[in-house]
């Protein structure tokens, strides 16, 4: 004999069916104690949920069921299920995985369903999750249970959120897209411009030595009174002459084109003409300037870059420090030489120290200083092309010192040495 689900002694007193009728002749418990009966359940539980048994006919199906299959609950129960689901493709797939439960013992586990609905002209379609569970009793497999939940809505707010996703995902990128590329423009202007503005700075020197050639022969007197006059054209030419040097170290490091000429050369020295050149910048801006400099002190190094560095530290010590006393102190081991440049000025704020080295960052407002917040972004990427740092201690309103460590022969040199 077939097992049967529903009959009053296989469902015990805790379950009844509607069909099977359990519980007559039989003395009711107390109103309060009497439990759930399944078709109560049935009724109530707000998820998809179907009991077969082994011909394939639906013994129980909850009211959330009837309402995915759209026949009423009563015109499931003792019916095939080929009856109540009809020829449609979800229905066959449904009955095909309820007859291998019921073949194999073995559950299947959220089975994914997707059901097209006409109404209205539109198709609407909506998801299904199904498990398939065997019911046993004494190790037969009795029945089978279908666990339906209906996952449409939770699909479509999963599937907004990942629609929001890629929206934002797109405007970030769109976003970094034209950040990028209004950084190239940038870098190209500045290389253009730079390069254009080159051409009539040199023109302009040219043309000031010929006027001084000229007046000097011609007009002696008249050039003794023009002396500071051509002094001041002097020096502001040099000012704009470092500007656009500056603009094409720029574009050269965007472009990772700065190169290096390294070559044999005493630091010491470098260190004491420039001091030298800057006696009378330093002379105005009334900080008095002391060299703490031995001897000589040689290494392998581009002078040109060394330079550049050493201006960039010196004029800053002179524009930020206050008309305070400037001290410049270099030693070295022979391995690393090691540049101070300290001043007593205007300090640097916490928040500033972490920005200085970048590029075109500034610590203070254009208003007070001028400058293009590039020159302590080049300093690094020179003294780092170098194998070599650059730090800072300062604090606001307290001083700042640089401290420069170049080693003395370039890396792969070094390398090399060391493995001779
Ligand atoms: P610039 O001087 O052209 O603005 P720099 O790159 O040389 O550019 O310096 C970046 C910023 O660092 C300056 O704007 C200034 O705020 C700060 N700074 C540099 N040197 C000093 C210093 N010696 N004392 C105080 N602040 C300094």
Redesign the pocket.
């Known amino acids: 004999m077939t097992p049967r689900l529903g009959s009053a002694q296989d469902t015990g007193p805790d379950v009844t069916t509607p069909a099977g009728g359990g519980g007559e002749g039989r003395q009711r418990p107390r109103e309060e104690a009497r439990p759930v009966a399944l078709a109560e359940l049935m009724s109530t539980v707000p998820l998809g949920m179907a009991i077969i048994d082994p011909e394939l006919r639906f013994v129980e199906v909850s009211e959330a069921m009837a309402a995915m299959n759209g026949v009423p609950r009563e015109a499931h129960l003792g019916r095939p299920m080929e009856e109540v689901l009809g020829a449609a493709p979800s229905g066959r797939d449904v009955i095909r995985r309820v007859r291998r439960v019921l073949e194999t013992g073995e559950p299947l586990e959220g089975v994914e369903i997707i059901h097209r609905e006409q109404g209205g002209g539109v198709e609407r379609s909506r998801v299904y999750r199904a498990s398939y569970h065997p019911v046993r009793r004494d190790g037969q497999v009795v029945a089978a249970c279908i666990y339906v939940e209906d996952m449409t809505e939770r699909r479509r707010v999963e599937a907004q959120r990942d629609a929001g996703a890629a929206r934002e995902r797109a405007v970030r990128e769109q976003a970094l897209r034209e950040t990028q590329e209004a950084v190239r423009a940038r870098d190209e202007f500045l290389s253009v411009a730079a390069h254009e503005l080159r051409t009539p700075l040199t023109s302009l020197r040219l043309h000031l030595q010929l006027l001084q050639r000229q007046v000097n022969t011609s007009q002696p007197a008249l050039a003794e009174e023009l002396v500071p006059r051509a002094q001041v054209l002097e020096r502001q030419l040099s000012r704009l002459g470092n500007l656009v040097n500056t603009l094409l170290d720029v574009s050269r490091l965007a472009a990772g084109k700065l190169s290096l000429e390294p070559r044999e050369m005493d630091l010491a020295l470098l260190v004491r003409q420039m001091a030298e050149a800057f006696s009378e910048e330093f002379h105005r801006a009334g900080s008095e300037l002391s060299l703490h400099v031995d001897g000589p002190l040689m290494g392998t190094w581009d002078p040109l870059r060394v330079e550049q560095v050493l201006v ?2 010196l ?3 002179a ?3 206050a008309g305070r006393p400037v001290e410049v102190s270099l030693v070295g081991d022979g391995r690393t030489a090691v540049l101070a ?1 300290k ?1 007593h ?4 704020s916490e928040d ?1 120290m972490a920005r ?2 970048g590029k075109f ?4 407002s ?1 208003r007070h ?11 690094r990427q020179i003294v780092e092309a170098m194998g070599g740092s650059i730090t ?1 201690r ?1 604090a606001q309103g307290q ?2 010192t ?1 401290i420069l460590r170049l080693p003395t022969q370039p890396q792969t040199a070094r390398l090399a040495q060391a493995s001779r």
């Open positions: 960039n530290l004029s800053n010590a524009k930020y420090g440049v001043d000025g205007i300090g640097i500033g200085l080295f960052e500034r610590a203070v254009e200083y001028g400058g293009l917040g590039l020159g302590l972004y080049i300093t800072v300062s001083g700042s640089f």
